[in-house]
């Protein structure tokens, strides 16, 4: 095996940029070369798609130190750089004539035993390796990154009739283990596995809803979260991807795929598509496609009018229980909505089932490759076992459609025999789930785990000595039961002798924060007895966290905000994904943190700053503005992360560190002593500050009153400087405010707004 310590990306754009980001975020030197430019700067191209990273919308590097990594260059002034280089990966234009030159050029400098490999998507690595020598069509390959490169997990790894074992073995390593991807190796075939199913996906979703009169808004409430699948759903996500793009992508599928291929039938643009990008509406990136923010307002194009109306977000009952109890209750519901949520995923579904055995005889890679690839929560394999194999079948029978043949036995796709998770391979042979050694999903892991407790919100798990706590509710919103079921597992690892306790999910976020539905149904109640008492509750859960007398231990992926990051706050061990948000954000929703996150922030900005009152103003700030991290040595920078918690760069990664940190580390308690407060005059200047604010248009009335409450807390409101507040003092502060908060009209309008719209007001 080739060990690969630097390497060159040549093409700059999109994804070039992108993949060198991600080498860079590995901590690793990397070249990135683009044609050189007319004019002053040869590097132009190449400085274009560095800046590019540092674009804090979506930012390509997880810090800014990671940008000294990247050296950039031009293929003219620049090549022979890559004679020192073990793996030069080739990004440049969809082009196989200019592939073939740079591959020739590249030829003269590589060194013999480097690795060279493209990011192509289209082109068959037949094609490309012609004319090459055969020395280095064994050391050439495919590796198909995903854009954004840093955020999207997947690695579609394809090798071509000479590659050497090693190679691709050497490949898959790095790639797994430097780069953080879930690497899936596939068959030459068109569009590889991800957008050979996602494209027809999404086409079929698309064609389907104008065939039978579903408007964008209610496709994507019905191509989205019932089914698993990202709530951008599939308008969205073509405004995401730039329709006029995904026009060009269909095209080329419909270039390479063979004549008798289903996608042929919905790979063609619909006319209103072609006339949305005459017309500028092209997206995200043109301000304005299915959807766009107009004034704040986030709005939908009604094709019947021509005109943008305002966007409210459909409630479609059985959609909202699909959610909750599977696919099923949706496709099952004789109503439009459920005939066409069948019909695109019975199409979908037997479009990948039919791939068996062209792109290969293991279902599992499809199912990886449109988790990872398309952010999938199930692949189609997995849910055609939630529908129930049978019954799908049974159905296609009795609409005389089509059964794949992969299908015709109607068996399960995935079962657990005598405690090992297995797969049916094409051919009807079961084989046993095997991954990379450190590579753990909770997903697979638990379907062979006894669930110890749990309830609706959260489960429990034992595993090697281990408690894993994993919530799963939409979003992974917190409530009591999820709160009571970290409790069950505390007592469990005291009752079973277990070593300690890690609480994670593989999710899309950890957690968005506390179920903002409960707690409005507090306030329509008026019961703020049982609102303090359910805050009280889960303070108390997350103190006994801070203070088991066991290793705990928070292994965070996606967003973990609000009571969510109040719950890796106050584990003793935080083990962070890379693209981890942190923060805590209940100032936009007109609430404080009434989970200890308040007093977690004063206490760490108190051991970082030299006095009380620049900590407390640290953290009157960081609360106010609901300031997040979108990395973890972010979060560490902002005093959110403690110097010492760890992160990792590939999320399959962490529960594996996670596990082995919590059988051999010792707990941690984390008591903390009485803090001397800023006091009075802190106060002051935090209300004197909101009140300009406020003046100057900055600031809305009620953010005024949020942020007092916020000052109140950190600051301790009226009382003499040097006053000490213990923890459980800090804790019944936020609670009190929390209390204030949720009674006053405007915290009522924001969360209500947001609960209903989806949106934020800023009363
Ligand atoms: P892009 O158009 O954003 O960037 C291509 C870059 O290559 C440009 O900066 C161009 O100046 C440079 N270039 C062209 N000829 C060159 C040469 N002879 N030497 C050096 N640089 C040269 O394209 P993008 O989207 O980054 O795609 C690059 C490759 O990745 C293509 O093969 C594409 O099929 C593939 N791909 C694209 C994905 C996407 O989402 N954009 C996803 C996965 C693969």
């Known amino acids: 095996m080739k060990t690969i310590r630097s390497v060159a990306v040549i093409g700059a754009g999109t994804m070039g940029a992108g993949i060198a980001g991600q080498v860079a975020n590995a901590g690793l030197d990397v070249w990135l070369l683009d044609i050189p430019s007319e004019g002053d700067n040869p590097n132009a191209l190449a400085q274009r798609g560095l800046e590019r990273l540092k674009n804090p919308d979506s930012p390509g590097l997880v810090s800014e130190a990671a940008a000294a990594h990247i050296h950039i260059g031009n293929t003219r002034d620049d090549l022979h750089r890559i004679a020192e280089c073990d793996w030069v990966a080739e990004a440049i234009v969809e082009r196989l004539d200019i592939k073939h030159q740079l591959y020739r050029e590249v030829a003269e400098h590589l060194s013999d035993t480097a690795l060279l490999s493209s990011n192509t998507s289209t082109i068959p690595i037949s094609l490309l390796t012609q004319g090459m020598p055969e020395s280095l069509a064994q050391r050439f390959a495919i590796t198909h990154f995903f854009n954004p490169v840093r955020f999207m997990h997947l690695l579609e790894l394809v090798r071509g009739d000479s590659t050497s074992d090693a190679v691709m073995d050497s490949l898959a390593e790095f790639c797994e283990n430097q780069l953080g991807k879930g690497v899936v190796r596939c068959r030459d075939t ?448 902002l005093g959110m992360l403690r110097t010492d918690d760890e992160w990792q760069i590939n999320r399959d990664h962490l529960l594996h560190e996670a596990v082995e940190l919590a059988l051999t580390a010792s707990p941690r308690p984390h008591y903390r002593s009485p803090i001397a407060m800023a006091g009075r005059d802190a106060y002051a200047k935090m209300l004197l500050w909101l009140q300009r604010a406020l003046q100057k248009g900055h600031l809305s009335a009620h953010e005024t009153v949020i942020g007092s409450a916020i000052a109140r807390i950190v600051s301790g409101g009226d009382i003499d400087p040097g006053t000490e507040h213990s923890e459980q003092d800090l804790f019944d502060a936020e609670r009190r405010e929390f209390l204030v908060l949720a009674k006053s009209h405007g915290t009522q309008v924001r969360i209500n707004t947001m609960l209903d719209t989806g949106q934020k007001t800023r009363t």
């Open 190 to 637: 068109p569009g590889f596995l991800a957008n050979r199913v996602g494209c027809f996906a999404i086409q079929c979703a698309l064609h389907e809803a104008f065939a039978q009169g579903i408007a964008p808004a209610e496709a994507d409430a019905l191509f989205g979260r019932p089914m698993g699948i990202p709530k951008t759903g599939v308008f969205g996500l073509y405004d995401l991807i730039g329709i006029d793009l995904m026009a060009d992508v269909a095209k080329s599928l419909v270039s390479i795929l063979p004549a008798g291929d289903a996608f042929h039938a919905v790979g063609e643009p619909l006319p209103q598509m072609l006339a949305m990008i005459d017309n500028d509406q092209r997206g995200n990136k043109s301000g304005q496609g299915f959807y766009r923010d107009h004034h704040a307002q986030r709005q939908v194009f009604d094709f019947a009018s021509q005109t943008y109306t305002d966007f409210a977000r459909p409630r479609i009952a059985v959609a909202e229980r699909a959610e909750q109890e599977g696919v099923g209750v949706l496709l099952a519901d004789d109503s439009p909505h459920g005939r066409y949520a069948w019909s695109v995923l019975s199409q979908t579904l037997c479009y990948a089932a039919e791939l068996l055995p062209e792109v290969g005889i293991d279902p599992l890679a499809i199912d990886d490759a449109m988790r990872l690839g398309y952010n999938w929560q199930h692949g189609p394999f997995a849910l055609l076992d939630q529908i129930g194999v049978a019954a799908f079948v049974e159905r296609l029978v009795r609409e005389q459609r089509s059964v794949p043949p992969y299908l015709a036995s109607k068996a399960a796709c995935y079962r657990v025999q005598e405690g090992v998770y297995q797969r049916r391979l094409f051919g009807g042979e079961y084989q046993a789930v095997q991954r990379p050694a450190k590579v753990q999903r909770l997903y697979e892991l638990r379907r062979s785990l006894e669930r110890c407790g749990g309830n609706a919100s959260a489960s429990w798990y034992a595993y090697r000595d281990v408690a894993i706590v994993e919530f799963h509710t939409k979003a992974n919103a917190l409530d009591t039961a999820s709160m009571q079921v970290i409790e069950l597992a505390m007592d469990g690892v005291e009752e079973r002798g277990l070593k300690g306790l890690v609480i994670h999910n593989d999710a899309q976020h950890f957690s968005c924060g506390v179920n903002l539905e409960a707690v409005r149904g507090f306030y329509r109640r008026d019961d703020y007895a049982g609102l303090d008492a359910f805050l009280k509750h889960f303070q108390d859960v997350v103190s006994r966290v801070n203070k088991a007398p066991f290793p705990v231990v928070a292994a965070p992926v996606g967003m973990s905000i609000g009571g969510g990051f109040e719950v890796v706050l106050h584990a003793q061990y935080v083990i962070a994904h890379a693209n981890s948000v942190t923060g805590l954000v209940e100032s936009g929703v007109g609430l404080v943190p009434g989970g200890g996150g308040c007093k977690e922030m004063l206490y760490r900005h108190a051991a970082r700053e030299a006095d009380i009152d620049t900590a407390a103003w640290k953290a009157f700030m960081a609360l106010g503005f609901a300031q997040t991290a979108n990395a973890p040595g972010q979060a560490q920078d």
